[in-house]
């Protein structure tokens, strides 16, 4: 019998509730049909991948048929879409499709480092009679070129009987060949679990629960045991062992990353539900901490750039850069004279986003201040060639206007 599948979307995770039932991985032969990027037109500067867009071409923007597009990601010479059957690659900047593969379960979850492809991939396999089901993932790491399968494990986890909600799962941190996920159900009242896998081992290193992710640096994976009705501490653990390092002083409600700089990490914490946030920072070493502000808003989500300032948005399209080296914000908005900004990605040293107005910009991650008047799209994934929006479902590539890039370095 088909499964019903109900499915939501949450932070660009598909939440799924019944998957299909088990099905064989296709071969890389049914999956993969790899294609090298076509050479460049004569007369015309070849494109750097790594070049940052300052303008976008609407009026060349390409819209692809897939739908619903959860995630989608620009890697290299390749445009990647996620749907939940489906990863398809296209070839930049022609979009011509360069392979196909799908799941055993779901997609609901793409990331991207060091030029490598990440997949997520999910079933539930459901209980009997009063016994809890079980999630079945499987993490990939994939070669976008040629959508081969370079590395792969998979692992499962018995549903947590206090949550009601379908259950979410995300990629939360790339270490080499060791991996961070994390998962919940989408009712507020969740508890959360993170695990860790090695992909070149091919097999599951640890697991806490309750554990939220926080950080993670080098060896060490950082997380908060919180849960909706209790306060919890913040916990070091090693990266490949799960064994704790230290636990931070005092309790925690919530914890919101601003960013890590030299073992010292930032953070905004709540003590408890009703206690106002404070900026703390924090050594990696021995969790003692080293600066403690007042922090005006909590709901911090914070995007590294190539320097010391991290670009953080809060609540009410307001956007600010934070320096990790003095702890201090250099730069925020709204101001009286200019909107406040939704972030949608950052990359480099330029933050992208679209005003209250309605306008795209493109702006210095340092400074804050308008890098181009006009940019023509909001990216949240973009490179060299052009950058991919999400709109009603669809994937939209826009790419970069002619002589509208600025080169790394």
């Not at 300052?54 to 990647?80: I, M, N, W």
């Not at 976008?144 to 206090?162: F, I, M």
């Amino acid at each position: 019998m088909t499964a019903v599948l109900t499915v939501l979307v949450s932070s660009g995770c598909a939440l799924v509730a019944s998957p299909p039932d088990d099905d064989a991985r296709p071969s890389s032969e049914e999956t993969s049909q790899a294609s090298e990027p076509a050479p460049t037109e004569p007369g015309r500067e070849p494109v750097d991948p790594e070049a940052f867009p300052l303008a976008f071409d609407g009026d060349a923007k390409t819209v692809f048929p897939e739908r619903p597009v959860y995630d989608g990601q620009l890697v290299g010479t390749r445009l990647v879409t996620m749907t939940l059957d489906q990863l398809r690659a296209r070839s930049l900047p022609e979009l011509d499709t360069s392979w196909q593969m799908a799941p055993l379960g779901l997609f609901v979850d793409i990331e991207t480092q060091d030029e490598q492809l990440y997949a997520l991939d999910l079933r539930v396999v459901e209980g009997a009679g009063t016994r809890a089901g079980r999630l079945a993932m499987t993490l990939s790491r994939i070669s976008p070129a040629t959508g081969a399968v370079l590395d792969e494990v998979s692992w499962e986890k018995t549903q947590d009987v206090q949550s009601s909600g379908d259950p979410v799962v995300k990629i939360v941190a790339i270490l080499d060949d060791v991996v961070v996920v994390e998962s919940s159900g989408g009712d507020e009242g969740s508890r959360r679990t993170l695990t860790a896998v090695d992909l070149a081992a091919g097999e599951e290193l640890w697991t806490r629960r309750p554990g939220s992710f926080v950080a993670a640096e080098g060896d060490t994976v950082v997380l908060e045991t919180a849960t909706s009705g209790e306060a919890g501490s913040l916990v070091a653990v090693d990266a490949t062992t799960g064994r704790p390092r230290w636990t931070g002083p005092g309790s925690v409600s919530t914890v919101d990353l601003v960013g890590v700089l030299d073992d010292t990490m930032t953070a905004v914490v709540r003590e408890s539900a009703d206690a106002d946030p404070e900026v703390l920072s924090m050594s990696l070493d021995d969790g003692s901490v080293s600066g403690r502000t007042d922090a005006r808003l909590a709901d911090w989500s914070c995007h590294p750039t190539d320097g010391t300032v991290v670009v953080c948005s809060l609540p009410g399209e307001r956007a600010l850069g934070f320096d990790l080296a003095t702890a201090d914000e250099v730069w925020q908005l709204p101001t009286a004279g200019r909107y406040g900004v939704w972030v949608s990605s950052v990359r480099g040293d330029y933050v992208y986003g679209f005003t209250s107005g309605g306008r795209s910009v493109v702006l210095d991650a340092a400074t804050g201040r308008d890098v181009t008047e006009t940019a023509g799209a909001a990216p949240v994934s973009s490179n060299g060639y052009g950058g991919l929006i999400f709109y009603s479902g669809q994937a939209i590539f826009y790419p970069a206007e002619d002589d509208e890039t600025q080169t790394p370095g």
